[in-house]
């Protein structure tokens, strides 16, 4: 079976601190891994996948298959950060993708 | 970019009627999806279909759902018989491989 858990489901941080959002999978395949985010009122849209290897935003995400964790890290967190983000696996077989529980981000001014 | 269309933005209906929600998935795109979203809760799978046919779908999806591509450009949802519990924003993704697409979704209140 696939599932993604994200043990958060609210995270709250001071506006210039670090963040980091957890996500761990369990998958018997090669997943592929993704972070969407959505912020108020607005569709959830693609933040990153862990094969680009890229930042947005600001925001990276490590693919760890000894842990099988996928957490979203932001160094300097900014206030138009503060949204829903969702971590989500897609497997080979049938473009599946499964979505985890959310974490809502909060950024403190 | 191209993006994935939903329509209606925001749907009300009376409990026990029948609901069509529509979507336009992006043109070059195999895989479908819908998702629920109840308000204040996380994001829901529905169902999947690809090459004119379900693929998969989750216990959500029961008989009151359906879903139909009934042209080359339109993917919609159907549900035959609204209850209080069906509102909710309805998202419609696509996807070529990877990754997925969402529409802005369509907010259905049931009253």
């Known amino acids: 079976a696939q599932r993604v858990t994200q043990p958060e489901k609210l995270l709250s941080v001071f506006k210039g601190a670090p963040v980091e959002l957890k996500c761990n999978y369990s998958y018997s395949g090669s997943p592929e891994l993704f972070w969407y985010v959505q912020y108020s009122r607005q569709r959830l849209q693609l933040l990153l996948r862990?094969?680009s290897r890229e930042s947005i935003k600001g925001f990276t995400a490590d693919l760890n298959k000894g842990e099988t964790s996928f957490h979203l890290k932001k160094p300097f967190a900014q206030e138009e950060d503060s949204a829903m983000y969702y971590c989500a696996l897609s497997t080979g077989t049938g473009n599946q993708f499964y979505f985890g529980t959310g974490t809502s981000l909060t950024v403190i001014p | 970019e191209p993006e994935v269309t939903q329509t209606p933005s925001h749907q009300v209906t009376q409990m026990g009627q029948e609901v069509i929600l529509r979507c336009v998935p992006i043109s070059n795109h195999l895989y479908f999806y819908w998702y629920r979203q109840i308000l204040g809760q996380k994001v829901e799978f529905l169902v999947s279909f690809y090459n004119n046919e379900i693929s998969e779908k989750s216990e959500i999806f029961d008989d009151q759902f359906s879903v139909e591509r009934p042209d080359g450009s339109n993917f919609t949802l159907k549900i035959r018989s609204t209850k209080l519990e069906d509102s909710a924003m309805y998202f419609c993704a696509s996807s070529g491989r990877s990754p997925l697409h969402f529409g802005n979704g369509t907010r259905l209140t049931v009253t």
């Open positions: 862990h094969i």
